[in-house]
């Protein structure tokens, strides 16, 4: 008996013994793991245990809650429910608003009169307001802002606005990305400001690194399941961040993008689309532009809130699976500064398989300021590199309109066709024909296509100078030749069109008992040609128009201008005689 009770004690001590061993190594663990927490914030293990009790304790109206409440609305304040605002100035007040414009591009003067935290009306449409979202299932995001040199009140508002209309349990955190800001307000006063807020972090780079790189240095920070980023003068409408969200969570090979409002840069005033999105396209100068939603894209949704498919984005504002935006190479780190990045992360994520939309339930307002608020020196080179890698034969088009394109040095791109090799991407034609069918490709025939120069004034070539938002609201006329492309390149096609094919596809005409040469939309492909866009490039040099039975002439107008108008032709008139090159 004593022996038996010997063992028995025996293997007790030796189970207290290894009970303790664990108790010490749980306490160990337990430690580490609060350490981690307490130096990165919110750790995904802690942030997953919080999601999973709240899942049980909470309804759905509790954990739609954002970070912090908004302060009441003051109907009398300024820009408030996205109201245009205007002040009274004296002069010294209004000399103060000018020197805003100038140093911003946007009227800070205004900006700073109007609340931080300002609401905005939601005008979305009813399906939308009235969607409910399975919380627990939706993943969280990280918010990555980069700016340099932003106003106070422009940056400090993007910041309140998704701390007040994200849900808590979905925000990790919002990344603040400083690239090298030289004033004096973006220093320990932000430091000191943001140190009261939760979830913000600020990150400064070492020196000038550009909005590619800027976010890329945000993404290496966060922690949320899904990246999300912002430009720094933005205004979110409450219920932007979940369609987004859920979209990615259903898909996460989607790129998704909310419909961008636009925020008056003069009066803050918030135009809100309530109706069908724009879409983003290009033209072949590669720069972005904003169309209709195509007819075989209506008929293919099945809800007017299903997400809409974009063949581009505009860039500044999206939200990408951060596994997924890592899979497809991220940005491409040879671009500097910003523009052209857009477009070609645009063609990687259709080409090599994945999909890039629009979401009609998100919307962000963004303040498009005055003019570029700093240049972009690198904007050719970007765009060149997007040409490069992904536009194989169709470049050409590109380059024909951009002949200092050719030249540009571009860098390094061989990791960039690595990535495209690696993940066994389409080709262009491809995406033209399944994302962009849409777009008119060129013709480009030699000899057909470039400047049209008069021999008549020898150093005059036609010119088209559209104004903003109305491609078709100027007349052709004459300009000195500059060899650049741009306004001055136009393209003869084999259906007899004079086609300008910047910004959209645009053809030249004479309206009926007109003398002056008009533009108006080219008709789609496979339609018939209108009488009055139809010319012929004759072999004396003439350009005849058989509608109105005149021949494009310059020149010299009362006032000592050059100009062009349709006269009787006369293959003796020197002004009659033109010659593409």
Same mark, same amino acid.
């Given at each position: 008996m004593r022996v038996r009770w010997s063992r028995k004690l025996g293997l007790l001590a030796k189970t207290c013994l290894l009970l303790s061993l664990l108790w010490v190594a749980y306490l160990i663990l337990e430690m580490s793991t609060s350490s981690y927490q307490d130096s990165h914030g919110e750790g995904a293990g802690r942030n997953l245990l919080e999601r999973q009790f709240s899942s049980k304790t909470q309804g759905k109206e509790q954990l739609s809650q954002p970070v912090y409440q908004k302060p009441p609305p003051d109907s009398n304040a300024p820009g408030e429910w996205g109201k245009a605002a205007r002040l009274q100035l004296d002069p010294e007040q209004k000399k103060q608003e000018e020197e805003s414009i100038e140093r911003y591009a946007i009227n800070i003067h205004l900006s700073d009169k109007?609340?931080?935290?300002?609401?905005?009306?939601?005008?979305?449409?009813?399906?939308?307001?009235s969607k409910v979202f399975d919380y627990r299932k939706l993943p969280t995001t990280s918010v990555i802002i980069s700016f340099y040199n932003e106003a106070w009140s422009t940056l400090l508002r993007t910041i309140h606005s998704v701390l007040e209309t994200t849900p808590a349990v979905l925000l990790k955190e919002i990344i603040l990305v400083d690239d090298f800001s030289d004033r004096a307000y973006l220093r320990s006063q932000l430091e000191e400001y943001i140190s009261n807020l939760d979830r913000v972090r600020l990150i400064r780079t070492n020196k000038r690194e550009g909005l590619v790189r800027g976010r890329l240095i945000g993404a290496t920070y966060s922690t949320g399941d899904v990246l999300t980023f912002l430009d720094c003068h933005c205004e979110c409408v409450p219920g932007w961040i979940e369609p987004l969200l859920e979209r990615i969570g259903e898909n996460k090979t989607a790129i998704v993008c909310p419909v961008i409002d636009t925020i008056d840069w003069n009066t803050f005033e918030f135009y809100m689309q309530t109706g069908e999105p724009m879409i983003g396209g290009f033209d072949w100068r590669l720069t972005f532009q904003w169309h209709s939603v195509p007819e075989q894209e209506r008929r293919r949704r099945k809800s007017k809130i299903d997400p809409i498919r974009s063949p581009t984005m505009a860039g500044g504002l999206f939200a990408v699976s951060k596994e997924y935006f890592q899979y497809l190479g991220t940005y491409d780190m040879g671009m500097d500064v910003w523009g052209g990045e857009n477009l070609e992360l645009s063609f990687r994520v259709?080409?090599?398989?994945?999909?890039?939309e629009i979401h009609p339930c998100s919307h962000v307002g963004h303040v498009f300021p005055k003019k570029a608020p700093y240049a972009r020196p690198n904007f050719l080179q970007n765009t060149v590199r997007a040409a490069e890698v992904w536009m194989d034969?169709? %470049?050409q088009h590109f380059y024909n309109r951009n002949p200092p394109a050719s030249k540009e040095k571009y860098g390094d791109i061989s990791e960039r066709k690595l990535i495209r090799e690696r993940l %066994?991407?389409?080709?262009?034609?491809?995406?033209l024909k399944n994302v962009y069918p849409d777009l008119h490709v060129p013709e480009d025939r030699h000899g057909w296509h470039g400047a049209v120069r008069s021999a008549g004034i020898h150093s005059e070539c036609l010119d088209y100078n559209a104004p903003d938002h109305n491609p078709t609201g100027a007349h052709l006329s004459l300009f000195g030749c500059h060899g650049q492309g741009g306004n001055q390149y136009f393209e003869y096609t084999s259906k007899k069109e004079i086609r300008f094919n910047s910004v959209t596809e645009i053809c030249a005409e004479v309206p009926d008992r007109q003398k002056?040469?008009?533009?108006?939309?080219?008709?789609?492909?496979g339609t018939a040609v209108p009488e009055s866009?139809?010319?012929?490039?004759?072999?004396?040099?003439?350009?005849?128009h058989p509608h109105s039975n005149t021949c494009i002439t310059s020149h010299h107008t009362s006032e000592g201008r050059t100009g062009i108008e349709m006269r009787l032709c006369n293959p003796g008139d020197r002004n009659?005689?033109?010659k593409f090159e």
């Open positions: 109007i609340s931080l935290h300002r609401h905005i009306v939601d005008r979305r449409m009813y399906e939308c307001r259709w080409q090599c398989g994945g999909s890039l034969d169709y %470049k %066994k991407c389409q080709s262009f034609e491809w995406y002056y040469i008009a533009m108006r939309y080219c008709p789609r492909d866009i139809v010319w012929e490039f004759r072999n004396d040099g003439t350009i005849y009659q005689i033109w």
